[in-house]
């Protein structure tokens, strides 16, 4: 595992409001949790992608929200009969 998957889980963690609520929010244990920000185990793909879907979920959270579109009248509504 690498530098960055160990911070991409810090961050997760952190966003999760700790290790073990990280740990319940992608579905393994504390301890195994432990042990993969530890970089002493591999990550496995499908746990890596729900730590990056967290922190995803996070960001669009905070941007703020896109107005409705701008409704244009077609050219055939602009005549002025």
Known sequence: MSATT????????EIAGGERALA??????AALLARFMQDSRPLPDRL???AVDLIL???QSR????????LRP???ELRDD
Do not use: M
């Open 6 to 13: 160990v911070k991409l889980l810090q961050a997760a963690s």
């Open 57 to 59: 979920a996070d960001r």
């Open 63 to 70: 941007l703020p929200p896109t107005p409705p579109p701008v």
């Open 24 to 29: 319940a929010e992608i579905g393994i244990s």
């Open 48 to 50: 890596l992608l729900k």
């Open 74 to 76: 077609s050219e055939g």
